[in-house]
């Protein structure tokens, strides 16, 4: 029987390889398809280095980079949880704002030095005036928690009430940003004994725990972010990888 990390690498690989020969176009009159290709292309990449770390026996980093997947499904629900095209501009043209933010560093740190600027920069900084935060590109109060609170447009659960993602947000967000973030709980296991040999990460044994759930975090978000990515451009997720998906899901 193969490992989990095989079949979750497998499932990737096959899904990269059916995506690339498939050939989808994005939509020329729906603006969202570019970014949730691009959305669906980051999550399946960052599927892989989640596997490339638990091979090595990063598990610690690997659980903290599922955090990324995390936020990739919140966005991309989000942004597709409308029917117009505003919120997909509004996360593209977010470039724009961070265009605007180097400008401001380069000239605050490198004041003598001359500033190369793009033919585009003019209509960039007036692009970016529409943000008045700088690190959100929604402009909701509490960003990445406001998107997990929101009613679903598509989904009900079992009470026939629109789903939420604050479970996403409250437990899966919250647990991998320890791993993110340096929090004392993602340096517990580097941490020593009074009186005892510093060793670089010394209870390394306890970080195994989480191996599995970094790859179940992996193939749960990734089948969420297809799902919605496929749906999302008008094309059904093809039975193979489905069938694939909901096996790898019960196998954990």
């Known amino acids: 029987m193969r490992s989990k990390l095989a079949w979750v690498r497998s499932f990737i690989r096959k899904t990269i390889r059916h995506i690339n020969r498939a050939e989808y176009y994005p939509r020329q009159t729906e603006t969202s398809d570019l970014v949730v290709l691009a959305l669906a292309s980051k999550a399946l990449v960052v599927g892989s280095a989640v596997c490339s770390l638990v091979e090595e026996g990063f598990y ?29 501009e509004r996360y593209g043209n977010y470039f724009a704002k961070d265009h605007e ?26 692009i970016a005036k529409a943000y008045k ?24 659960d079992a009470n026939g009430k629109p789903m939420r993602c604050e479970f996403d947000y409250e437990v899966i967000y919250k647990w991998t940003s320890h791993y993110v973030h340096v929090t004392a709980v993602a340096v517990d296991t580097h941490a020593v004994e009074a009186r005892s040999p510093f060793a670089v ?19 749960v978000y990734l ?28 196998s954990f």
């Open 201 to 219: 990460h010394s209870r390394k044994r306890f970080g195994f725990r989480l191996k599995e759930l970094a790859l179940f975090n992996t193939a």
């Open 101 to 126: 933010g180097w400008i401001n560093i380069i000239q605050k740190y490198y004041p003598t030095t001359p500033l190369s600027l793009p033919s585009h920069h003019a209509e960039m900084m007036k």
């Open 223 to 250: 089948s969420k972010i297809l799902l919605r990515s496929f749906a999302a451009i008008g094309r059904q997720v093809p039975p193979s990888i489905a069938d694939e998906a909901d096996r790898l899901l019960k």
């Open 60 to 88: 610690e980093e690997a659980f903290g980079l599922t955090r990324t997947l995390a936020e990739i499904w919140l966005n991309l629900r989000y942004i597709t949880n409308e029917g117009n095209s505003y919120r997909a």
């Open 133 to 156: 935060h700088p690190h959100s590109w929604s402009g909701l109060p509490g960003a990445v928690k406001a998107m997990a609170q929101e009613d679903d447009a598509f989904q009900n």
